[in-house]
């Protein structure tokens, strides 16, 4: 997991992109391989396991001793997911899980998650965000 490399120079390796950390092309292209891969692991869910068969410090095996210096690429990122993160879960959505409560994902409910992140709401008072707090009563 990771591309860290231990020959590092900060000045050197340094990222334009860094400086502006939200470009909206870039969220835009991004923000759709996420949700493909978001869509593509629902659609084949029930390939997965329900419970996970690792063994505890299984992850901890993969990563690196640091964070990597320069930034992963998102295909790299997701392949990490799909490699290391996904056998590590609980398929709690997968029509295979029979147990506490029935599947609970909806296309409204990933929707109303992503804007809420989106807008970074932080709604644990009335100034924070009113709207938010206004919507809970």
């Known amino acids: 997991m990771g591309s860290l490399s231990f020959l590092h120079d900060p000045i050197e390796n340094s990222s334009s992109h860094l400086t502006k950390p939200l ?10 391989m996420i949700i493909d891969f978001i869509a593509d692991y629902y659609q084949n869910i029930e390939n997965c396991p329900v419970l996970s068969r690792v063994e505890p410090g299984y992850l901890k095996r993969c990563l690196p001793e640091s964070a990597p210096y ?3 690429s ?14 590590g879960l609980t398929h709690w959505q997968s029509p295979n899980f029979f147990a506490y409560f029935s599947s609970t994902a909806s296309t409204a409910g990933f929707l109303g998650e992503m804007l809420t992140t989106g807008f970074n709401v932080v709604g644990f008072n ?3 965000s ?4 206004e919507l809970e009563h």
């Open 126 to 128: 009335w100034v924070s």
């Open 74 to 87: 998102i295909q790299t990122i997701l392949q990490d997911v799909k490699d290391h993160i996904i056998p």
């Open 23 to 32: 470009d909206s092309e870039e969220f835009r292209k991004q923000g759709y």
């Open 70 to 72: 320069n930034p992963d």
């Open 130 to 133: 009113p709207a938010a707090t």
